[in-house]
């Protein structure tokens, strides 16, 4: 049979067509597989681990104002995705401080464990004009022209006291949040509409200082060890736990395998027992395991941190 021209230009590229593939290969393997880590980071004000919380008292500014209050503290709480504020306001619930020690008062008060509890004092609401110097762009000779030139701005405040309680514990007591809202004169809504939009944003800066932040980490597995491969392909298809019960068996049979111990403590720092994934991480580093070894260890110690402030231990 005879070979067309075609056919020898195949025959002349297929090496640079199996080099390819096998570096393609090779390059495959170099992918480094991460464990995604989620956990949660303390609050600037801490208030309690539980996502439980129920206003029980609001008091002070007119009746729209306190509505206004209790609306954004269920609403803003619900997108910012950690408490779940209920409004408990119809139930007869008081609290007090005596002797440093919260004081309950209400009839068969029921509370779920470790619920926090909110009241909000509107302390005080004002509403004034500022002159300030802004940029515009203008037209000039029909081209377009940044300007500096002074507006009115009509500013609407809102001073909001908080106090936080659960039922052995005192978090804050008549803490004070400010809130502001500005706008052009010429634009300014009525004054009503400025207290309330100045309430909002004290709720809101209420809750960005007590509200805990969800943090997602990707902490890198080392594949390095041949012996792992059927593991590792458990943890490709996220199946975490499956692949640490693996593991443990794993470091029973090979006791000095560094990577081992390190994939354990990657899946144990992800089912969140930081304690016992940190003895896994010592005993890799311990067995002279790669430099992010250490890294990854520090890294779950700052989540072990951050859960202890949570749990106020």
Excluded: W
């Excluded at 504020?85 to 008060?109: A, C």
Aim: glycine fraction near 6%; proline fraction near 3%; charge should be neutral.
């Amino acid at each position: 049979m005879s070979i067309k021209r075609n056919d020898y230009s195949l025959i002349a590229i297929y090496p640079f067509v199996l080099a390819f593939c096998v570096l393609s290969s090779s390059c495959a393997s170099l992918i480094p597989v991460k464990v995604t880590i989620n956990s949660v980071e303390p609050a600037k004000i801490h208030i309690g681990e539980s996502p439980d919380a129920s206003i029980v008292g609001v008091s002070g500014g007119r009746r729209n104002l306190q509505d206004v209050l209790v609306e954004e503290l269920i609403n803003q709480s619900r997108s910012k995705g950690f408490y779940t504020i209920k409004n408990r306001l119809g139930e007869g619930i008081r609290f007090d401080v005596q002797d440093d020690q919260p004081i309950l008062t209400g009839k068969e008060i029921e509370l779920g464990e470790n619920e926090i509890l909110i009241s909000g004092l509107i302390v005080e609401t004002d509403m004034y004009n500022e002159e300030k110097e802004v940029k515009k762009t203008v037209k000039k000779d029909g081209k377009n022209v940044t300007v500096k030139v002074n507006v009115t701005f009509t500013i609407g405040e809102a001073v909001v006291a908080f106090s936080v309680i659960s039922m052995d514990r005192i978090y804050m007591m008549e803490r004070e949040f400010d809130g502001k809202y500005e706008v052009e004169k010429s634009k300014a809504p009525s004054r009503n509409e400025m207290y309330e939009l100045a309430v909002k944003n004290a709720v809101s800066n209420f809750l960005k200082d007590v509200t805990p932040s969800n943090i997602r980490a990707q902490v890198k597995i080392d594949k390095s060890d041949k012996g792992q491969e059927s593991i590792i392909g458990v943890i490709k298809k996220g199946n975490i736990e499956e692949a640490r019960k693996m593991l443990v068996e794993y470091v029973v049979n090979f006791p000095n395998s560094a990577s081992g111990y390190y994939n354990l403590a990657v899946l144990t720092d992800a089912t969140g027992n930081y304690e016992e994934a940190l003895l896994h991480y010592n005993k890799a580093i311990s067995l002279g395991g790669e430099n992010y070894y250490v890294q990854s260890k520090s890294e779950c110690m700052k989540r072990l941190a951050n859960k202890n402030v949570l749990q106020g231990s």
